[in-house]
């Protein structure tokens, strides 16, 4: 049964580490707008200015005893220099807490004071007291590694990379011509329409449209311009009459709608068959 002692001492650690994630992204927050050495020399000032309050009131209010000439020469040298471990600390909170995120920071911090307190205590380094090497505490070092990993992979970041922007078009008078086929113009003014490709771009259409216009002694812009747009559809679709050669242009588009009426003829009656 732990003692009452023992269970405050916990509660206050854990507080402790809820503050510590706090204070990086307030160390942080300074840096990022006052610079971070002023930030790290502010945090161990505000600290400093602390841990006096704490000493006087636990010197003088508790009645606690302080540090005698004896006690102060028996500390090893390397008891001294805590406060540059600490600094060392804060100072890598402020630098990547941004760039790694409170969680991923944290969790590498206190994997590494995981696995650097087993060492410590199973060598009894530092002035720590000597505990046998347990393999319940290996274990524990695996999961907090892997731990460690899952926090790292699901980051919870949802920014994406940028899209690359979209390619330039290049311009029309610099395109080479297709193999096999003739000018728009020339083509239009015999009544005749060149095989084309599966594909066609918005400026074909145009291009073709207007060469049919100026030729056109009868028929609406309107007319001409849907049955160019209606070639290009069954160009896409595989049509056999947008590529038929030998086809004037109102040839192609009576020859594509009768094309379309036996399709949507077909497809009805396959319904009515699924149905029955």
Known sequence: MPSTIAV?????????????????GMNATLGAISGRSFASLVSFATGTIAIVVFFTVDTYGLKNSGPSSESIKSVPWWGWFGGVLGAYYVSCNI?????????????????????TAVVLDSMGWVGFKKRDLHWARLLGIFLMIAGVILISVFNGDTTS????PPPLLPDS???????????????ASQGLVTPRPSTRSLMDIAVAAAAKLENQDNGSASDVVRGEVQLV??????S???TAPGFTSQQRVAAISKEQEQQQHHHRQH?????Q
């Open 8 to 24: 405050v001492g916990a509660f206050c650690v854990a507080a402790a580490g809820i503050l510590l994630s706090i204070q990086a």
């Open 161 to 164: 990379s940028p899209e690359p």
């Open 240 to 242: 056999s009459a947008a």
């Open 173 to 187: 008078d610099s395109l080479p011509p297709a193999p096999g086929s003739q000018d728009v113009g020339d083509t």
């Open 271 to 275: 319904q009515h068959q699924q149905y």
């Open 233 to 238: 559809v069954a160009d896409v679709s595989g």
């Open 95 to 115: 630098i990547f807490v941004r760039i790694l995120g409170s969680a991923i920071l944290t969790a590498i911090f206190v994997s590494g004071q995981l696995i």
